[in-house]
């Protein structure tokens, strides 16, 4: 009897002992995310980034993990999967990796995906001349009136940041719609206040499609006006929970706001969003990467490991921006 009870304890102390081994390697991974991510796979580490040498390479091994995800992904998915996968690596430093694989696809001709191909090549390019080219097609596609492509090119000159405030645009930035939405955005990235409040102001368009695309233009500004926080905490506040700009509402207020008010507004867009479509999941993984913590990594780890593409390279981005 005593040797068998001494057995156990043995058992029972292993067991023991292996669990908490297992526990530290699952908190290391998680903690490992709260590290820079700033340098390059390809680049070497200095001896002095190397305090924790065990955390360094779990961190590599996680920062491989999504970047290798994205490389696939860009390689392997089709159209505008792929390109959210090449712009989550141009965003961390990949830029060659995805000039390399998108250089050919520079005379792409689908309608409205090639815009998103000169997206890419526009910001991936090391070649100034081809870069200019990408972004004179899509000024280009605005220009055509009668065009397939001139709501995605309006987007992507604001995504671009391009200066040129030509007269298209300006005529375009007179919509009450998604088209006068993104074209405001444009010009609100070579202007100042008074071209946000021109965006802002639709905010209170009778288009959901001017308040879904006024909304997601407001989350990628960097920071907006006090005022065009209030509307859009006012916006968001009475926007029906069906309708398609409510995300990204939620999102924008959470981006902008700061302190106490700030965790409430996380905590309702997370509410909203960790259930909801593959739209609503990606939102909630854009805005956590930009604006969250390490307490949301094990949220945005489990978007990651959905089945969903697209959700996946918006969580693998968020993981990898994260600090």
Not at 129 to 154: E, F, Y
Not at 160 to 173: C, F, G, K, Q, V
Not at 233 to 257: C, G, N, Q
Request: aromatic share 4%.
């Amino acid at each position: 009897m005593g040797g068998r009870m001494g057995g156990d304890e043995n058992l029972i102390e292993g067991q023991i002992l292996d669990g908490l081994r297992r526990h530290f390697v699952m908190t290391s991974l998680l903690l490992s995310v709260t590290l820079s991510v700033e340098i390059a796979l390809s680049e070497p580490v200095l001896d002095h980034q190397l305090r924790n040498k065990p955390m360094n390479e779990l961190l590599n091994a996680q920062r491989r993990e999504f970047l290798n995800y994205l490389t696939a992904t860009m390689r392997e998915q089709p159209e505008w999967i792929g390109i959210h996968a090449a712009e989550a690596l141009i965003q961390h430093g990949q830029k060659a990796v995805v000039h390399e694989f998108f250089k050919s696809k520079a005379n792409e001709q689908t309608p409205k995906y090639r815009i998103g191909v000169w997206r890419v090549l526009a910001s991936s390019s090391p070649d100034e001349d081809i870069r200019a080219n990408s972004v004179q097609k899509i000024r280009d596609a605005l220009k055509d009136s009668k065009g397939p492509d001139r709501l995605h090119a309006a987007e992507t000159l604001a995504k671009l940041a391009d200066t040129e405030r030509s007269a298209p645009l300006n005529e375009a930035a007179r919509g009450q719609d998604s088209m006068g939405a993104y074209a405001r955005w444009a010009l609100l990235r070579s202007g100042g206040d008074q071209d946000e409040r021109k965006l802002a102001e639709l905010l209170s368009a009778e288009d959901t499609g001017a308040r879904t695309s006024t909304a997601y233009s407001l989350r990628n500004q960097g920071k907006v006006l006090p005022e065009t926080l209030k509307l859009l905490e006012e916006v968001a506040s009475r926007e029906a929970s069906d309708s398609p700009a409510k995300i990204y509402l939620l999102s924008a207020v959470f981006t902008h706001s700061t302190g106490k008010e700030k965790t409430k507004a996380k905590m309702n867009l997370i509410d909203f969003a960790r259930d909801g479509s593959r739209g609503q999941k990606y939102e909630l993984c854009t805005a956590l990467g930009i604006s969250g913590g390490i307490r949301d990594a094990g949220l945005i780890r489990e978007l990651f490991d959905q089945d969903d593409p697209d959700v996946k390279v918006a969580a693998a981005d968020a993981l990898l921006r994260l600090k």
